[in-house]
Antibody, heavy 120, light 109 residues
């Protein structure tokens, strides 16, 4: 059974750096084709893809947020970490980590999400 | 980041069929067969219901079906049920690896 769970701060101040952790089980990020991605959703808004790291440690970022994002993995601990710098109230959102299959480009398992609030 | 265009809302009566469209461009939907659809209940994480345009993951009802024509993908829900009331998002890819989500459609029953 594949599970993913996000953890991190629920509240941040503007300009601070957000660090989110995704702990997963049921698969290995060293298996060819396996990836973990981050997706966020502002309140009442659509899903927005942020970043992805693959089995070969290649990293991909949203073009619009690339300068603020860093994704990394610890394969032995089944963990992926996302850092987002210079947080702003517009970054208030629920942040999800999800398993992603490179073979058919599908997010097939999702964490429960974590709401991160940046007050103005 | 570009967004795929979906109708804001679609409604239907129990037992009816409805179709949710997802319009992109020749650079994304029109350029590959990697269209997926996600169902999301309020306060819950999304769940994949269609991938590779028309494939259903194990356990997903056959009442959900997907298709694509040109730059537009579609999700059809047949025999609409109360439990189908949720938000639905399409997803595809541009020439780069960057996934693109749709604007989302609220389905009301």
């Amino acid at each position: 059974q594949v599970t993913l769970k996000e953890s991190g701060p629920a509240l941040l101040k503007p300009t601070q750096t957000l660090t989110l952790t995704c702990d997963f089980s049921g698969f290995s990020l060293s298996t060819s084709g396996m990836c973990v991605s981050w997706v966020r959703q502002s309140p009442g808004k659509a899903l927005e893809w942020l970043a992805l790291i693959d089995w070969d440690n290649d990293k991909y970022y949203s073009a619009s947020l690339k300068t603020r994002l860093t994704i990394s993995k610890d394969t032995s601990r089944n963990r992926v970490v996302l850092a987002m710098t210079n947080m702003d109230p517009v970054d208030t959102a629920t942040y999800y980590c999800a398993r992603y299959h490179f073979t058919n480009n599908v997010f097939d398992s999702w964490g429960q999400g974590i709401l991160v609030t940046v007050p103005s | 980041q570009s967004v795929l265009t979906q109708p804001a809302s679609v409604s239907g009566s129990p037992g009816q069929s409805i179709t949710v469209s997802c319009t992109g461009t020749s650079s994304d939907i029109g350029n590959n067969n990697y269209v997926s659809w996600y169902q999301q209940y309020p306060g819950k994480a999304p769940k994949v219901i269609i991938f590779d345009v028309y494939n259903r993951p194990s356990g997903v009802s056959s009442r959900f079906s997907g298709s694509k024509s040109g730059n537009t993908a579609s999700l059809t829900i047949s025999d609409l049920q109360a439990d189908d009331e949720a938000d639905y998002y399409c997803c595809s890819f541009a020439r780069s690896i960057e996934p693109i989500f749709g604007s989302g459609t609220k389905v009301s029953v």
